[in-house]
C-alpha cells in the first residue's frame, strides 16, 4: 500500500493494544483483572444523563457553532475563574471532541516542521506522536522515581533552545500520578520568563483527582498567561469518557487558530454532550467528590499492597489514579525457560500467568516502569496485586 509517510512513523498507543489484547484473552474464556485502563469506573452522574435527554427530547440536534455554542463556552469560563481563579471571556475558549482533540489542534496551531517541543518523561502516550504527526520533533526530559517524576527548573533551563516552541506536561500526571505545587510551578514559570518564545501547554484533564489540596494551574501566574494553553474536558472528573468533550482556554489568537484548524476536521462535537457538559460543569458536584475518595481509598488500598511485593520503586501517587514502579529489578529473572527483558516482557508475563494486565512504561518514555491503573474496584485491587506477587514469585 502506498500510504503517507506520516502513517509509518507513528504507533497505535500501547493503552489501547493492551485493552485489546485483553479484551481477546477475556472472549477466550480467561479470567482478566484489567489494571490498564485509563478511565473511571463510575458511571456518568445523574443530573448530567438528565440533561442530555432534555436536550434530545427538545431537539436540540443541529449543527452548533465550531467553537461550541455560547452557553456552554460561559460555563466554561465560569468554571476557570470558580475553580482556578482564571479570566477566560468565550471567545477564548474552544470545545472539542475530548481533551485528546484539543490538544491536537494546539499542536497543530503552534508547532511547525523541525520545531523543538519539550516534553517531560514520564509522559502521556499520545503526546510525542503528536508532535511527529506536524513533523516537529519531540525533546525528552527525563525525570526518576526519586525526584517523584518532576523536572527541575534547572533541567527545564537545559532543555530549552532557540528552535523550542512549546512545552507540554500534564498535573495531575498520566501515567505517574505526581502533582505539581504551586511553588514548584513559580520555579518553572521564572524560566519561562526568559524565554519568551516558549508556549506552554498544561493538560489537566485529571484536575479534580487531586489528593493533596487544590489544583493548581501554571495558567494563574500573569507574567506566562498569554503563552499557556489549558487542556481539561470531562471524561476523568466526571465519569464520562465515552461523551467526548474537551475544551482550551488560550489567548484569543492561540483560540482562532484552533477554531479555524476544527473547522475542517470535525466542525463542533455532539450537541447533546454539550448541553450535558453544561450540567456537569455547573451542577451538583457530589458525584465528583465520591468518586474522588473512591480513588484515595483505591490508591492506600494498592499503596499497602506494594509492600508485599520486593524489589518495586514506587512514587506516591498524589493525583490521578495511576501507580507507576519500577521494575527493573526482575529484568533478566527468568520463569519457564523465558528471560523478562524488559518492561514489556514483564506485563506479558503477568498478563499470562497472574491474568492481570498492565501497560508497558516503554510507551510513556520510561522504559524501567509499568503503569498500574487503580480504576477498578477494591476487589479486583486486591485479587490483583496478589496474583502478581504470586507470579512475580515464581521468577529466579
Not at 509499568?370 to 490483583?384: G, K, L, P
Request: net charge neutral.
Amino acid at each position: 500500500m502506498n500510504l503517507a509517510h506520516r502513517v509509518t512513523f507513528i504507533n497505535e498507543p500501547q493503552t489501547i493494544a493492551m485493552a485489546k489484547l485483553s479484551r481477546e484473552l477475556i472472549a477466550a474464556g480467561h479470567d482478566i483483572i484489567s489494571l490498564s485502563l485509563g478511565e473511571p469506573d463510575f458511571t456518568t452522574p445523574e443530573h448530567v444523563k438528565a440533561a442530555a435527554k432534555k436536550a434530545i427530547d427538545e431537539n436540540f440536534s443541529y449543527y452548533t457553532p465550531v467553537a461550541g455554542i455560547l452557553e456552554l463556552r460561559e460555563a466554561i469560563a465560569h468554571k476557570l475563574k470558580r475553580d482556578n481563579n482564571l479570566t477566560y471571556s468565550p471567545e477564548q475558549i474552544v470545545v472539542s471532541t475530548g481533551a485528546k482533540h484539543s490538544i491536537m489542534n494546539a499542536i497543530m496551531a503552534l508547532v511547525n516542521k523541525n520545531d523543538e517541543v519539550l516534553i517531560p518523561t514520564p509522559y502521556w502516550v499520545s503526546y510525542s506522536e503528536m508532535v511527529k504527526l506536524v513533523e516537529g520533533k519531540p525533546v525528552f526530559i527525563n525525570t526518576t522515581v526519586e525526584q517523584q517524576y518532576k523536572i527541575t527548573p534547572e533541567q527545564l533551563e537545559a532543555a530549552i533552545t532557540p528552535n523550542t516552541k512549546l512545552f507540554m506536561f500534564s498535573s495531575p500526571c498520566n501515567p505517574t500520578g505526581s502533582v505539581y505545587a504551586k511553588e514548584e510551578l513559580a520555579a518553572l514559570v521564572a524560566i519561562f520568563e526568559k524565554h519568551p518564545h516558549v508556549y506552554i501547554l498544561s493538560d489537566e484533564i485529571y484536575e479534580f483527582i487531586n489528593f493533596v489540596g487544590a489544583h493548581q494551574s501554571i495558567a494563574q501566574f500573569e507574567s506566562i498567561k498569554e503563552r499557556v494553553i489549558t487542556i481539561n474536558g470531562l471524561s476523568k472528573g466526571y465519569a464520562m469518557t465515552g461523551w467526548r468533550l474537551g475544551y482550551m482556554a488560550a489567548n484569543t489568537a492561540v483560540a482562532k487558530a484552533c477554531e479555524k484548524i476544527q473547522s475542517q476536521f470535525t466542525s463542533a462535537t455532539s450537541s447533546i454532550t454539550q448541553k450535558a457538559a453544561i450540567a456537569a460543569l455547573l451542577g451538583d458536584s457530589k458525584p465528583t467528590a465520591e468518586m474522588v475518595n473512591a480513588f484515595k481509598r483505591r490508591k492506600d488500598l494498592i499503596l499497602d499492597a506494594v509492600k508485599h511485593i520486593p524489589n518495586w520503586k514506587c512514587n506516591y501517587p498524589e493525583g490521578a489514579f495511576y501507580l507507576f514502579p519500577d521494575v527493573s529489578w526482575y529484568f533478566g529473572k527468568k520463569a519457564n525457560g523465558k528471560t523478562i527483558e524488559n518492561a514489556t516482557d514483564f506485563c506479558m508475563y503477568l498478563l499470562h500467568h497472574a491474568h492481570v494486565s498492565m501497560v508497558t512504561g516503554e510507551a510513556f518514555g520510561a522504559p524501567h516502569c509499568v503503569r498500574i491503573s487503580y480504576a477498578t474496584s477494591d476487589e479486583n485491587i486486591v485479587a490483583a496485586m496478589h496474583r502478581i506477587q504470586q507470579a512475580l514469585e515464581q521468577l529466579q
